[in-house]
Nanobody, 124 residues
């Protein structure tokens, strides 16, 4: 079935940038939407950004729109999330997820493969 492995997390200060990566060894990576979710201090996992199977359609949570950029390269089976102008509220564990649909959705139930997560603490 394969797995998803995130990397690139680490402590940053407000205003700084970070780039997360997710390497997939799943056999279905090229066929489905991918997304980034995060779990913050309130321990709720929320949708951050999603991208369609071919990279044409992207979607962002309102809280990150204009600051974060999601991208993918199917030949490399890699997903990225560029985090810009970070604020303390972006603090959390970031997870990549592989969907069951071709286009991104915000609900967790539309994703069936998850990574272990990478931590991004943002200090003010």
């Amino acid at each position: 079935q394969g797995q998803l492995v995130e990397s690139g997390g680490g402590s940053v200060q407000e205003g700084e940038s970070l780039k997360l990566s997710c390497e997939a060894s799943t056999t279905t990576f090229r066929s489905f939407a991918m997304a980034w979710f995060r779990r913050g201090p309130k321990n709720e996992r929320e949708f951050v950004a999603g991208i369609s199977w071919n990279g044409v359609m992207v979607d962002y949570a309102d809280t990150v729109k204009g600051r974060f950029t999601i991208s993918r390269e199917n030949d490399k089976k890699t997903l990225w999330l560029e985090l810009g102008k970070l604020v303390h509220g972006d603090t959390g564990v970031y997870y990549c997820a592989e969907g069951t649909l071709a286009v991104p959705h915000v609900a967790e139930r539309d994703y069936d493969k998850w990574g272990q997560g990478t931590q991004v603490p943002v200090s003010s």
